[in-house]
């Protein structure tokens, strides 16, 4: 049998929300005709969507709620006074049973703040995390925390490394995954005592031969490993770093261009090379970042993204849903203890 898809949808939460949500979702039910909605938003606005979408409309139920968590909201905020937003109702759904998962491109703080609250986190995981993946020179990898934790003890990296592992297996389909710790060099000597402690259980554990050790920031793009675990204060500043790059190199590019004759005549005969390289590095492909160690599955759409990106956001979703992945991590983090290994970690 076919597992369930419902998949609920904050319909309020976005930039170009609720238009980009509808559209995004539509194309999402293009790709998997299998996928049904609720949709959580204001009535007035969404039916005239819902209209121009007749297949959608069908595979959808609309709940009507005018409340929305702004942009700026501080997650204490989003917690005393959202009950009846549509953020707080789409999660409140998968607590239910209603839905399979939740998507929202709303404020990040709120959404983990509200999710962690509402859902509460898996047996033996402490604190979740936010994954997501990048595009390498290998391909793609796997990368927490985001943002979710500015500081971890060496149990939190343990935890995030065992949950990225299944990550890679479920959306990459990676068999094997190998997993690295952000440091600033490879030595094992190199680092603050949370990391080596870490390096040292995964060594012992479970993953031993899948812990590749650590890594350099020039490692992530590298490909050198299918998982990247690091603390959400670091992972946060490398994917800002990250997206500011790509849109550094585009404007070089773009303006590179357009700087003469003779370059506007080279672009016609490169577009059809630049048009790949656009495509393998487009934001939107790797749009929908995952908190893991949740009870139910959140994904967190890009605020700025366009109707594709929010329907890769809930393929995300889906694949989670259909992988199992929360039972998959359950399993794996009872069979690891994330114990320190009997000997001192020493400076």
Known sequence: MTARKLISLDAMGGDKAPSMVVEGAALALERAPDLRFLIFGDE???RPLLAGQPRLAEASELRHTSDRISGDAKPSAALRGGRNSSMRLAID?????????????????????????????????????????????????????LGANVE????????????????????LGVQQPTI???????????GHDEVRAAAAT??????????HGFIEGNDITEGTTDVVVTDGFTGNIALKTAEGTARLYSEFLRGAFKSSLTAK?????????????????DPRRYNGAMFLGLNGIVVKSHGGTDAIGFANAIGVAADMVANRINDRIGREIAQLSVARPAEAVTP
């Open 44 to 46: 007035a606005a969404l």
């Open 93 to 145: 759904a998968v607590r239910a049973g209603e839905a399979d998962g939740v998507v929202s491109a709303g404020n990040t703080g709120a959404l983990m703040a509200l999710a962690k609250f509402v859902l509460r986190t898996l047996e033996s995981i402490d604190r979740p995390a936010i994954a997501s993946f990048f595009p390498t020179l290998r391909g793609e990898s796997v990368m927490l925390d």
């Open 152 to 171: 971890c003890s060496a149990e939190n990296l343990v935890q995030f490394a065992v949950m990225g592992e299944s990550f890679a297996r479920t959306v």
């Open 180 to 190: 690295g710790i952000l440091n600033v060099g490879s030595e094992e000597l190199k």
């Open 202 to 211: 995964l060594r012992a554990g479970q993953l031993a031969r899948q812990f």
């Open 265 to 281: 005549l080279g672009y016609v005969f490169a577009r059809h090379a630049l048009s790949k390289v656009r495509e393998r590095t």
